[in-house]
């Protein structure tokens, strides 16, 4: 069975499983939280040898995993915000003259692909106050601006195409793309952040072949972000009979009548809603040097 995941943690599971001592060109450490329940894992593919046994490209990928990311836990929920932008940070550090482009990939109309335009909502926008900011935020924030195009059975248009246009206009210093993704795992699902300096494909979980936002493709660096909110059907089924005799005759079944469709939790809807608001209040706090999250609390309610 070949299971369709965005998560490099998971293919590098994989990969242990199947060859463990063949990880040559990729590079993993893991910290954990154990007050907050947070484990952090850095994963680095280093060169072509990493890029064979992975599938994705050479960069970063960080991982956060917290089981109370999908509760109402809002404490949890406050610490994960602080990490992930001091994640943000390690991973690209930006100069304070900086304008940044956040990009909220998905269909808003669509529960578990509305993750990047519900972020976008929250976010703090910046680059039109340029020539009249007020006193008591100039100096504190950079230049921020976000888009949510759609999708291309919304707009027609392919979605890198209309980054790639906005971009030229704009010129960035920095992208951050948000998107929701899809996981191998149903313990990932709504309880894990990736980020990667290596940009995002949307909708490459799902198996649609999009054209990849990334620095090659739009010109400056891009941050691609994203939590699973969705597995593949097949994957619930192959797990659920595991241990049953002929798994082969199964798993032709499966790739034959389930490989087409994905699940979600049924409180997606309020699921996504506090996974925005995390991503925002990091993205947020980790873009606007000076704004804590009080102060995000403060101007955005």
């Given at each position: ?21 063949d990880m040559a060109g990729v590079e993993i450490q ?221 798993d032709a079944h499966i790739a034959a009548h389930a ?39 403060r101007y955005l309610g």
């Amino acid at each position: 069975m070949q299971f369709r995941t965005d998560i490099a943690l998971e293919h590098c599971e994989y990969l242990r499983q199947q060859s463990p001592d063949d990880m040559a060109g990729v590079e993993i450490q893991t910290e954990e939280d154990e007050a907050n329940g947070i484990t952090a894992t850095w994963v680095e593919i280093t060169n072509e040898a990493g890029v064979d046994r992975i599938g994705k490209p050479v960069g970063n990928y960080i991982t956060l995993e917290c089981a109370a990311m999908k509760a109402a836990e809002p404490e949890i929920h406050e610490e994960l915000s602080r990490l992930l932008a001091w994640k943000l940070g390690a991973l690209f550090p930006l100069a304070e003259e900086a304008t940044v482009l956040v990009v909220g990939l998905g269909n808003w109309l669509v529960t578990p692909d509305a993750l990047g335009p519900q972020v976008c909502e929250k976010m703090l926008v910046t680059r039109h106050l340029a020539a009249d900011m007020p006193d008591e935020l100039a100096g504190r924030v950079r230049n921020v601006c976000a888009l949510r195009p759609g999708v291309m059975g919304l707009t027609g248009i392919e979605t890198a195409e209309i980054v790639l246009g906005v971009a030229d206009h704009v010129k960035p210093d920095l992208i951050i793309a948000v998107d929701a993704l899809a996981a191998r795992s149903t313990a990932r699902i709504n309880t894990t952040i990736q980020i990667t300096d290596t940009g995002i494909n949307p909708g490459a979980g799902l198996g649609n072949k999009r054209t990849p936002i990334n620095r090659e493709g739009v010109g400056v660096p891009v941050i691609g972000m994203g939590v699973p909110t969705v597995v593949s059907a097949a994957t619930l089924v192959h797990d659920t009979m595991a241990g049953y005799a002929n798994n082969e005759t199964i798993d032709a079944h499966i790739a034959a009548h389930a490989a087409d469709f994905f699940v979600t939790p049924k409180d997606v809807d309020a699921v996504v809603m506090r996974l925005a608001r995390i991503i925002a209040n990091a993205l947020n706090m980790a873009l606007h040097p000076g704004i804590s999250a009080d102060d995000v609390n403060r101007y955005l309610g």
